[in-house]
Nanobody, 128 residues
Framework: VQLQASGGGLVQPGDSLRLSCVAS????????MAWFRQAPGKEREFVEA????????YYADSVKGRFTISRDNAKNMLYLQMNTLKPEDTAVYYC??????????????????????WGQGTLVTVSS
C-alpha cells in the first residue's frame, strides 16, 4: 500500500489543523494505521493509532484530549485532527500502516518497526 500525507502548515499556538493520509494500491481496510512525528534532532515518536475497522484507537499521553485519529475506509483516508496546538507539536508527521495487531501493547503499536508502510511526511510548524 502507498501512503501520502498532507495538510501540514504553519499555525499559531492554540490553532487547529487536520492532517490527511490517502492510501492506494492495497485494501485499506485491512491495515491498522498510525500517525508518528519526528522533530528536528529527535527520534520518531508515536502519536496515535487506529485499528483496521476503526473500532479502537490509541494515543500518546502528550496529545491526549487534543488530537483525534479517524479513518474513512470507503475513501481510503486516514485523518489526524489536531486542536490546541503547542510549539512542541512542531514536527514532520508521518502516516503508517501495518497488518500486525496493535491492540496488545503500547510497545508494539508505539514502535516504528511495527509498521511496514510509510507516507512521505508533512511538516507542521507551531509558532507565534
Amino acid at each position: 500500500v502507498q501512503l501520502q500525507a498532507s495538510g501540514g502548515g504553519l499555525v499559531q499556538p492554540g490553532d487547529s489543523l487536520r492532517l490527511s493520509c490517502v492510501a492506494s494500491g492495497g485494501t485499506f481496510s485491512r491495515y491498522n494505521m498510525a500517525w508518528f512525528r519526528q522533530a528536528p534532532g529527535k527520534e520518531r515518536e508515536f502519536v496515535e493509532a487506529i485499528t483496521a475497522s476503526g473500532a479502537n484507537w490509541y494515543y500518546a499521553d502528550s496529545v491526549k484530549g487534543r488530537f483525534t485519529i479517524s479513518r474513512d475506509n470507503a475513501k481510503n483516508m486516514l485523518y489526524l485532527q489536531m486542536n490546541t496546538l503547542k510549539p512542541e507539536d512542531t514536527a514532520v508527521y508521518y502516516c503508517a500502516a501495518t497488518e500486525r495487531a496493535i491492540g496488545l501493547s503500547m510497545r508494539i503499536r508505539g514502535s516504528p518497526n511495527t509498521y511496514n508502510y510509510w507516507g512521505q511526511g508533512t511538516l507542521v510548524t507551531v509558532s507565534s
